[in-house]
């Protein structure tokens, strides 16, 4: 597993291709959290809350993600070398969960490099005043939690379509209706357990819930469930390939 992580981490970096999704990602994040005019540009703010940038990170990741995992994939079934890692004494969970890994790094390193953006908030804002590090810990917990099952969402979309443009495109679709469309149909019902089920369907609700700096154990649960519901999909994926 660690073997085949490293594999797919290193080759990442050793195509332009992953500098300039890294690059596009992190300009585009500064533009609008910086330099824009636009509701997440944090001197508009007035005062240190770095909330812009988690309202803003979720639709960075509905480009980043697909980006990241569209090739982990599809590039293999479609060069063949995908039957020859098959050949190898790995399991369907060895070789979903190493490429899993090597783009979790990938994304640590993006999510790390983000920080920046709120040393330059703190150095900004004046002595007396302190910003809500509660918030902004529950908010970096979510952030990764929803890069995380974008990511296993965003691989099984590669295995299923050798077509990397197809798997961005679905992978980018599947991970906005998990996100956003649950949220969207629950406010055509004015049934309050209705619509509070239907919430529970999607991502959103438990991300906003986990951004406010409250860890409930109801959001933790639904994470790590949504997680493993989508490895094992992808383990099955395998399996069937190997057939």
């Not at 040393?119 to 918030?135: Q, T």
């Not at 649950?182 to 369907?201: E, G, N, R």
């Amino acid at each position: 597993m660690l073997t085949i992580a490293k594999r797919e981490f290193y080759f990442f970096f050793n195509n332009i291709s992953g500098y300039l999704v890294l690059i596009g990602f992190l300009t585009v994040n500064t533009l609008m959290l910086w330099f824009f005019d636009t509701p997440f540009n944090l001197l508009n703010i007035g005062f240190g809350n770095f909330s812009p940038f988690f309202e803003l990170s979720p639709w960075l990741f509905l480009f980043l993600i697909p980006a990241l995992s569209m090739r982990s994939f599809s590039e293999e079934l479609s060069s063949g070398t995908f039957e020859l890692l098959l050949t190898k004494p790995l399991k369907p969970s060895d070789i979903f969960g190493g490429k899993l890994i090597g783009l979790a790094l990938v994304l640590g390193i993006v999510i790390i490099l983000t920080l920046i953006n709120l040393v330059a908030l703190s150095a900004l804002i004046e002595p007396n005043s302190n910003l809500d590090w509660g918030s902004i810990m529950g908010s970096y917990l979510a952030i990764i939690s929803v890069g995380l099952i974008f990511l296993v969402i965003g691989l099984c979309s590669s295995i299923m379509f050798r077509n990397q443009v197809t798997s961005f495109l679905v992978c980018l679709l599947a991970c906005f209706s998990q996100f956003y469309l649950w949220s969207f149909i629950a406010d055509f019902t004015s049934i309050p357990w209705l619509y509070k089920f239907i919430c529970d369907i999607g991502i959103q609700d438990h991300y906003l819930s986990l951004s406010r700096g409250i860890i409930l154990f109801e959001d933790i649960i639904y994470f790590i469930g949504m997680f493993f519901v989508f490895f094992i999909f992808g383990m099955e994926l395998i399996k069937k390939e190997q057939n």
